[in-house]
């Protein structure tokens, strides 16, 4: 394999991350923004992970929340940017409220675009309020946490280069 771009480091590392915090099982709604996360995912060795595929955001997040809760393990919900992220909020509620370590885990456009108007460029840093500690914004893998809490939800917002 040769070298990995910016955003194939990015997604590796946070996925890495998200390994090491607990997750196995990955709810995976694919898009163009988070092709690069879908692809560190779908990269892991076979049998160490469940990896679910779903159409639908909201589907993904209360079905990752019922799974979250049965196992007693985070569980991650990977989402493209956009209104598409914004569709996890009332399962991270639930998620919050009732202390389960439900992971969200949302592709966004370069931080530059922030307010610009572009397409799929809504504020998703912090998206989720107090629904969601830890809450990282992160454009390199430097900026990811040493740790997640997994205690109750979380969020990262990954910020990949156009």
Same mark, same amino acid.
């Given at each position: 394999?040769?070298?990995?771009? *910016?955003?194939? *480091?990015?997604?590796?590392?946070?996925?890495?991350?998200?390994? #090491?915090?607990?997750?196995?099982?990955?709810?995976?709604?694919?898009? !163009?923004?988070?092709?690069?996360?879908? +692809? =560190?995912?779908?990269?892991?060795?076979?049998?160490? $992970?469940?990896?679910?595929?779903?159409?639908? +955001?909201?589907? =993904?997040?209360?079905?990752?929340?019922?799974?979250?809760?049965?196992? !007693?393990?985070?569980?991650?919900?990977?989402? &493209?940017?956009?209104?598409?992220? *914004?569709?996890?909020?009332?399962?991270?509620? +639930? #998620?919050?409220?009732?202390?389960?370590?439900?992971?969200?885990?949302? =592709?966004?456009?370069?931080?530059?675009?922030?307010g610009s108007g572009a397409p799929q460029?809504? +504020?998703?840093?912090?998206?989720?309020?107090?629904? =969601?500690?830890?809450?990282?914004? $992160?454009?390199?893998?430097?900026?990811?946490?040493?740790?997640? &809490?997994?205690?109750?939800? #979380?969020?990262?917002?990954?910020?990949?280069?156009?």
């Open positions: 394999m040769g070298r990995l771009s *910016a955003n194939q *480091a990015l997604a590796v590392s946070v996925v890495e991350r998200l390994r #090491a915090s607990g997750v196995r099982t990955f709810c995976v709604c694919p898009g !163009g923004r988070n092709a690069p996360l879908v +692809e =560190a995912i779908d990269g892991l060795p076979a049998g160490l $992970v469940s990896i679910l595929s779903f159409f639908d +955001e909201r589907s =993904a997040g209360f079905f990752a929340l019922g799974r979250a809760r049965r196992d !007693g393990r985070p569980v991650a919900v990977v989402t &493209t940017s956009g209104t598409a992220a *914004a569709e996890l909020l009332p399962a991270m509620v +639930e #998620a919050h409220y009732s202390s389960v370590p439900l992971m969200a885990v949302t =592709a966004d456009r370069p931080r530059p675009y922030r460029a809504i +504020e998703q840093a912090g998206l989720f309020g107090v629904y =969601a500690a830890p809450s990282v914004d $992160v454009e390199t893998p430097e900026e990811l946490p040493d740790t997640l &809490t997994v205690g109750g939800p #979380a969020h990262i917002n990954v910020c990949f280069a156009e």
